[in-house]
């Protein structure tokens, strides 16, 4: 069952500055089912939001850990929780 989802990840490394967010988005939308956005935080973290199904969020943090990224990713760390069905579309903030 692909139940629906909320993927909250937090990227470290090198990925403010390198079109980070935006090879994010292109991903969300290559898997596609998926909405939410991807934000620069003032720490020099990514924080990406993902909702849809849970094998979609999955594909998404397998891509960001995989290190297959723009920049480079030290880490990822990140919760799931119910989805909030707020967002239209996979946006860059």
Excluded: H
Excluded at 54 to 60: A, I, K, P, T, V
């Amino acid at each position: 069952m692909n139940e629906d989802v909320r993927l909250i990840a937090w990227v470290r490394g090198v990925v403010q500055g390198v079109g980070f967010r935006w090879f994010t988005r292109a991903k969300a939308l290559e898997i596609g089912g998926l909405s939410g956005f991807a934000l620069n935080l003032a720490d020099g973290r990514v924080q990406v939001v993902a909702e849809g199904g849970r094998g979609e969020c999955q594909r998404l943090l397998d891509w960001l850990e995989r290190g297959d990224t723009p920049g480079r990713v030290d880490g990822v760390t990140e919760i799931w929780d119910t989805p909030r069905g707020i967002y239209d579309t996979f946006a860059i903030r």
